[in-house]
């Protein structure tokens, strides 16, 4: 009596928990971003503001204001006061720095080059300083160029307590009736291997709206040590052109359509495929702070096999709206919480149901002690929230009572950066699924090392 759970294991890997990392330029940081935020940071940033206005040409008092403004994501406010500074001291490579990087995080990329490269040309800036001007400077160029590809490649291992995601109890029911699960079919721990390729595109068509062409492919496959029956493979794309959405002369969301289709595999057979396309919005409410909203239709056809004879019941038409919200609490921290709905309507009614999804995670980055050869290590907790209901009672189970779900989600990584793009990667994860029906209870544990490359 198999479940389908396999699938959600992969998408956790593929995307909701996928390896935690990015372009080494996102964590560049000068000087102006090292303030601690703290709940008296405005006190500080009014009484620094004050300091300013008595010594204007102060190099200390100057650094000082732009570093809190910058804190709080006040950065016109910071690079003003640079600038000023500016006047007094033109060939200060230190402060051509903390401006380039104000003006990189601001979006204003040619002034942020111009900055940048004055201070690299310098040769009294410290090694890190160097560094992240090198790594600012090519993430200018890529995101400048007509056509920018980016992603990650990951290779590592995984071992779960219930790697066939069976029943917690072997008792089990059956046509309304208790029965034994065979032991084909019982919990299981074991291990596999696995690759992880996450690829994007972004063509600029060079029009006025700012419109590119955006294209994602995503491929995930493990091998199983011992239950061959569960390795999966998964290939996804989507593609469809992004543009600016503008009332007057502000843009106020950025829109992308888009066409998705998918593959998956289970025991090396096709388990199902999907078509599909929807629709996301991007908005940025602050400088800390953007929300995403899509919408999402597809059509799942299911291919019956020895281990699911009933598959094709499952054929179905999925629709799905989803919310997510990302805030940059601080220099080194950000919060991500998000919701989805979505409706399956399937060919059999036993398999159509709602789903609601939350999820809830925070992400800090933390300096490595300098004894050790490591870049900054990111760690993230993670908690999701899933339930399902099912229309109505699967006849082949128990006639009289329907499937409902609810599962937790407990999630720990951890990417430290070993060198420019490569990081090492640990995951744990605990799964708790509680059911109406003893044959959905389950529960699984895993841990998940591996390697990765940003590029």
Request: hydrophobic share 40%; charged share 20%.
């Amino acid at each position: 009596m198999p479940q389908r759970s396999s699938f959600l294991l992969a998408m956790v890997i593929v995307v909701a928990s996928a390896w935690p990392g990015g372009e080494a330029a996102a964590q560049a940081a000068g000087q102006v971003s090292a303030v601690s935020q703290s709940r008296s940071a405005i006190d500080e940033y009014n009484q620094a503001f004050d300091d300013l206005l008595k010594h204007p040409s102060d190099i200390d008092a100057s650094f000082r204001f732009a570093a809190l403004a910058a804190q709080l994501g006040y950065y016109e406010e910071a690079i003003t006061a640079l600038e000023r500074l500016l006047v007094y001291n033109s060939d200060l490579p230190r402060l051509k720095y903390e401006l380039g990087i104000l003006y990189y995080r601001l979006g204003s990329l040619e002034v942020a080059r111009t900055y940048l490269a004055q201070a690299g040309s310098a040769t009294d800036l410290p090694p890190d300083a160097q560094q992240q001007i090198a790594a600012s400077l090519k993430d200018i160029d890529r995101r400048n160029a007509v056509n920018r590809l980016n992603g990650t490649l990951a290779t590592g291992l995984r071992y779960q307590t219930n790697a066939n995601a069976s029943p917690s109890d072997p008792d089990v029911v059956a046509g309304g009736i208790p029965a034994t699960l065979s032991s084909q079919f019982v919990k299981r721990g074991d291990w596999n291997a696995f690759v992880i390729a996450n690829l994007h595109d972004s063509y600029d068509l060079q029009l006025q709206n700012a419109m590119t062409l955006e294209t994602d492919v995503q491929f995930y496959y493990a091998k199983q040590h011992q239950i061959s029956a569960v390795d999966t493979g998964v290939a996804e794309l989507k593609s469809g052109p992004r543009f600016a959405l503008e009332v007057g002369d502000d843009t106020i969301a950025t829109v992308e359509p888009y066409a998705k289709a998918s593959e998956v595999l289970l025991g090396d057979a096709q388990d199902f495929y999907a078509v599909g396309g929807g629709v996301e919005l991007s908005r940025t409410i602050t400088e800390r702070a953007t929300a995403v909203a899509s919408y999402e239709a597809r059509i799942k056809r299911f291919q019956d096999s020895t281990l699911q004879p009933r598959a094709t019941v499952m054929d179905s038409v999925v629709q799905a709206l989803a919310l997510d919200l990302r805030y940059q609490a601080w220099a080194k921290g950000s919060v991500e919480t998000g919701a989805s709905v979505a409706r399956e309507i399937a060919r059999a009614s036993f398999a159509s149901n709602d789903q609601l999804d939350l999820q809830l995670s925070y992400s800090q980055t933390i300096d490595a002690p300098a004894a050790l050869p490591l870049g900054p290590v990111v760690v993230t907790p993670a908690l999701l929230r899933i339930y399902t209901k099912y229309d109505k009672p699967d006849p082949a189970i128990n006639p009289s009572e329907r499937r409902i779900t609810g599962e937790w989600r407990y999630l720990l990584s951890a990417r430290a950066s070993i060198s420019d793009g490569l990081g090492a990667d640990l995951q744990l994860m605990r799964q708790v699924v509680g059911a109406s029906l003893p044959n959905f209870k389950y529960n699984n544990s895993s841990v998940t090392f591996g390697l990765d490359w940003n590029f």
